[in-house]
């Protein structure tokens, strides 16, 4: 009887010892370890002021953007994400680097000729691994600092939410000797960006 309890308890102990360990990698490191990050789908929606509505031929992402009048009209627009980018950014790609240091690489279709061949930014995970911050990346998004969202996360893709808010000033003008702004006045839209990532 003591014979089988010691075989028994070696093999629990054998069985243990061959156990398949358990993956402990971070999001920060799976975006380290999938090197190049470039936009692959996703979604801008517009909240738009009062009369106003966003052409879907108007983008915002950097981009100057365009009203279209209709009386009466609040609606909001959603744009695919990969029109709201210039052609000179559609290669463009994320690298997130040792010590929370990215680099935003421009790809062979650059914007200007001045433009370097690449821009550094500052990135970290934050709550427990549930959004990601980019300090001074005002190449990647419109403002230079974004806190993010992960909406969904895997080892070659991931997704992001966020929302922006843009101040310009709206001049009175007229249509057929008819005012629709009596006054100049400063407005703010409200974007909300649900942006893919993949690697390639």
Same mark, same amino acid.
């Given at each position: 009887?003591?014979?089988?309890?010691?075989?028994? /308890? #070696?093999?629990?102990?054998? !069985?243990?010892?061959?156990?398949?360990?358990?993956?402990?990698?971070?999001? /920060?490191?799976?975006?380290? /370890?999938?090197?190049?990050?470039?936009?692959? &789908? &996703?979604?801008?929606?517009?909240?738009?002021?009062?009369? $106003?509505?966003? #052409?879907?031929?108007?983008?915002?992402?950097?981009?100057?953007?365009?009203?279209?009048?209709?009386?009466?009209? $609040? /609606?909001?627009?959603?744009?695919?994400?990969?029109?709201?980018?210039?052609?000179?950014?559609?290669?463009?790609?994320?690298?997130?680097?040792?010590?929370?240091?990215?680099?935003?690489?421009?790809?062979?279709?650059?914007?200007?000729?001045?433009?370097?061949?690449?821009?550094?930014?500052?990135?970290?995970? &934050?709550?427990?691994?549930?959004?990601? +911050? @980019?300090?001074? !990346?005002?190449?990647?998004?419109?403002?230079?600092?974004? +806190? !993010?969202? @992960? +909406?969904?996360?895997?080892?070659?893709? @991931?997704?992001?939410?966020?929302?922006?808010?843009?101040?310009?000033?709206?001049?009175?003008?007229?249509?057929? !000797?008819?005012?629709?702004? $009596?006054?100049?006045?400063?407005?703010?839209?409200?974007?909300?960006?649900?942006?893919?990532?993949?690697? @390639?």
């Amino acid at each position: 009887m003591k014979y089988l309890l010691l075989v028994f /308890a #070696s093999l629990i102990v054998l !069985a243990s010892c061959q156990k398949t360990p358990t993956n402990t990698q971070s999001r /920060a490191d799976m975006l380290r /370890a999938g090197n190049r990050w470039k936009i692959s &789908g &996703g979604t801008v929606e517009f909240k738009t002021p009062y009369n $106003h509505y966003w #052409s879907t031929d108007s983008v915002m992402f950097g981009i100057t953007k365009l009203f279209t009048y209709n009386s009466g009209r $609040h /609606a909001d627009t959603f744009v695919n994400v990969i029109r709201t980018l210039d052609s000179c950014r559609m290669d463009d790609y994320l690298v997130f680097g040792l010590n929370n240091i990215g680099t935003n690489y421009l790809g062979a279709r650059t914007c200007s000729i001045s433009d370097p061949d690449s821009i550094l930014y500052s990135w970290s995970i &934050g709550d427990n691994g549930n959004t990601i +911050t @980019f300090i001074n !990346a005002n190449n990647t998004f419109v403002n230079n600092n974004v +806190t !993010a969202t @992960f +909406t969904n996360f895997s080892s070659n893709s @991931f997704t992001i939410k966020y929302s922006d808010v843009f101040q310009y000033i709206d001049t009175p003008y007229s249509v057929n !000797a008819m005012p629709y702004y $009596h006054d100049t006045v400063w407005t703010k839209d409200t974007v909300l960006y649900n942006v893919t990532y993949s690697t @390639f």
